[in-house]
């Protein structure tokens, strides 16, 4: 059981580097002028290449996407991409129009819909500027594929209300939480438990430190309240295979909200 509680205490406690690897690439746009499914506003060029017919990306939304970035010169993508979800064979899940990629994408994504396709040109300014990489020399230009393969939600239900502070972005917060896995959509197999351990845990919300369903469900609760989040593989620990926890699990928590601390120093 020890050595269960641990494995899932690292698993909450996700890596900042499930980011990392999207920074090198990113985001989406409103309109200065517009032809012919072309918007362009300063530094950034949006060509819908398909329009697609589900979900609308958001600013704030956390988003699942297939692409591909090649430094762009004199109007002409380089002869090799400098990355490539699609080479991969994994899509990538981040929150847009929060500062955590590039402006191209933060501005370039936003009003896309899932199944729509969308061609990004990024000038330097809305991309890496003067940092100079490996793949992406320093001021670059450079042109992104984009694909909207899911806008992914966690689903929320509260059990009781809770009458004290409500926890907001940057708080400490601690919690007791119960965590299953979902099976033919029913509670599953128990796979963590706070309450078992008797013992808190706490975290600072959008910190990167546990799962974006955590960050997600967690946010706009009230001390004393609980809640039961519904969480789908992107907003969770995707395909990784955690032991406890299968690749590709949809999860459930049930979580009370202990206390808030305020912003952390």
């Not at 689903?155 to 939480?177: C, I, K």
């Amino acid at each position: 059981m020890q050595r269960t509680t641990t494995a899932v205490i690292a698993i909450i406690l996700i890596l900042a580097t499930v980011f990392a690897g999207c920074k090198d690439g990113d985001a989406a746009g409103k309109n200065s002028s517009e032809a012919k499914g072309v918007v362009q506003v300063p530094g950034l060029n949006i060509k819908d290449l398909t329009v697609g017919n589900g979900r609308v990306a958001a600013k704030g939304d956390f988003v699942t996407v297939h692409y591909t970035g090649w430094v762009y010169t004199g109007g002409q993508k380089a002869a090799e991409p400098f990355d490539s979800s699609v080479t991969r064979g994994v899509p990538a899940t981040f929150p847009i129009g929060t500062g955590r990629l590039i402006k191209g994408w933060d501005e370039g994504i936003p009003g896309m819909k899932v199944g729509g396709k969308r061609e990004l040109i990024i000038e330097p300014a809305m991309g890496y500027g003067d940092r100079d990489t490996p793949k992406i020399p320093a001021n670059s230009t450079l042109i992104f594929e984009v694909e909207l393969v899911a806008v992914p939600e966690v689903q929320m239900a509260d059990t009781a209300a809770g009458s004290g502070p409500a926890a907001e972005s940057g708080d400490v917060v601690q919690v007791h939480y119960t965590g299953w896995l979902m099976k033919d959509g029913v509670k599953g197999e128990k796979f963590d438990s706070s309450l078992d351990r008797g013992s808190p845990f706490e975290f600072q919300l959008d910190a990167g430190r546990v799962i974006p369903g955590w960050d997600i469900g967690v946010k706009g609760m009230k001390v004393g309240g609980k809640r039961t989040l519904t969480i789908p593989p992107e907003l969770g620990y995707g395909d990784r295979d955690l032991g406890v926890i299968p690749p590709n699990s949809t999860l459930t928590f049930d979580v009370e909200l202990l206390g808030v601390q305020g912003k952390a120093e």
